[in-house]
């Protein structure tokens, strides 16, 4: 029997407070490998793109209009899974033993005599503190920190710590679950001798993009709180600590912090920009709105790579099609040398640095990273009569090729792939845009705006008040001929120009 062997079977894991990078290593792997995802509210999505496509997942947290699953029928859920056979990841939110009820859910896994093994997690008790900038001990300031439930005892009247307690500890206190009750809390401790000018902070959503804290006094925060609007989760700090907050805070000063984006790409292209706006402080949603797929038909790109002699020039616009083109070039059995007798130009450093992969680094490159400054440079050296091959997307427009012809070349226009439209979740992002809930979409060429008009059923208006950032006039005029105005457009066509211009458009301005 599965259960009678020694290989756990359930892994009680600490998700960490919010931020997906907080999750452990262990955690992660405990998570790959399960047939089974018990999962509560506190739980990133991104944190749960790391189990198995064929995971079962299954949510037992609260809802908005749902309430929780008891804990009894959690036990008992996570038993039944493990009787089944199934490895199953109960991941919660922080860690969990700090009021995870892990320690339940343990108790009763031991008493069916199931495996279970225990992955702590970064508390928020800990962590939502640190990305507010205040650190729980601090020498000569804190010496201990002490972390308490806001919740009654036994869900009555009384403290969980009576207060007199709690306030000669002399060290920083830590609330979890302490909002409903924010006002009893900085009464009680007061009542029983602590200063109310005793510095405090709230911190909602530690971690999480969404992060909001307010600063005060034990004897103001509540109000300052209710002023606010500041919910659960939250976590409450009192004590010296908190007053250090201005010096160490760090986070909250990302120039895209608390910003969310949307970042349309090809499906496996998008991690670049996603991880240059995430280490701005940006809260970045994924929508690929375009799949690489192989043109209609790879004849002719089958062709040109067999006699890619013929061709003084060969000239490849991204790097989708460089990595076509040399598909193609392996399966005729060749390599790069059969470019060893052309000019090669790229247009971009993205399509370069493709090209750099292959062997091929010394490439003509226009300066203006799209199809006319490029089309106008190779205009000017390529001499009429020269056989080119452009190598490029099925959909592309006939600018370059155009140019070139008209310059006197013999131009061959092969389509080396073509982007298809995916936009899976579309639903999903309409309801987020109708709700004023992004701040900021990119779009790093055409197709993605075309794409991502497609899959929003042409409805522009959605797009009304989320800021568009453009990548360069191609796509500005692609934009503007659906009748969208950029907000911004990057000053170099690049990943790293687009990042720096949606930094501009926040610049100075806080939330
Ligand atoms: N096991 C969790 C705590 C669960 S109790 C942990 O170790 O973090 C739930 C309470 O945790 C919430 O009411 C709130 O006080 C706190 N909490 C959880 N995540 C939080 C976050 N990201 N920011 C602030 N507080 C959080």
Known sequence: MAHASSKPLVYLVGAGPGDPGLLTLKGRDAIACADAVVYDRLVSPRTLDHARPDAVRIYVGKGPRSHAMPQEEINGLLVRLAREGNVVARVKGGDPFVFGRGGEEAEELRAAGIPYEVVPGVTSAVAAPAYAGIPVTHRGTASSFTVITGHGRAGKEEPAVPWDQAARLGGTLVFLMGMERLPEIAEGLMGAGMDGATPAA????????????????????????????????????????????????????????GRRVVVTRARRQASRLTRALEARGAQVTEFPVIEIAPPSSSEPLARAARSVEAYQWVVFTSANG????????????????????????????ATAAALARHGITRVGMGREYCGEGLAEELAKSVR??????????????????????????????????????????????????????????????SSTVTNLLACLGGDTALLRDAA??????????????????????????TIEGLVDAICSLWKGGSR
């Open 468 to 493: 568009l950032c453009s990548i360069g006039p191609v796509t500005t005029k692609t934009l503007r001929d659906a009748g969208l105005e950029p907000a911004v457009q990057a000053d170099e066509y």
């Open 384 to 445: 009429p009569g020269q056989r080119v091959l452009v190598a490029r997307a099925q959909e592309s427009r006939d600018v370059l090729p155009r140019m070139l012809e008209a310059a006197g070349a013999h131009v061959d226009d092969v389509a080396a792939y073509r982007t298809i439209a995916v936009g899976e979740g579309a639903p999903d992002l309409a309801a987020e845009l109708r709700a004023g809930r992004v701040d900021a979409v990119t779009f790093t060429s």
């Open 202 to 257: 709230v911190v909602r959503l530690g971690t999480w993009p969404e992060q909001r804290t307010v600063e005060g006094t034990l004897d103001g925060i509540a109000d300052a709180v209710r002023d606010a609007g500041v919910e659960n989760p939250a976590v409450v700090v009192v004590g010296q600590v908190a007053a250090l907050r201005p010096r160490i805070q760090w986070i909250e000063r990302k120039p895209l912090f």
């Open 322 to 349: 460089v990595e076509a083109f040399f598909e193609a070039l392996d399966g005729a059995g060749r390599d790069a040398r059969a470019l060893a007798d052309a000019e090669v130009a790229a247009i971009g450093p």
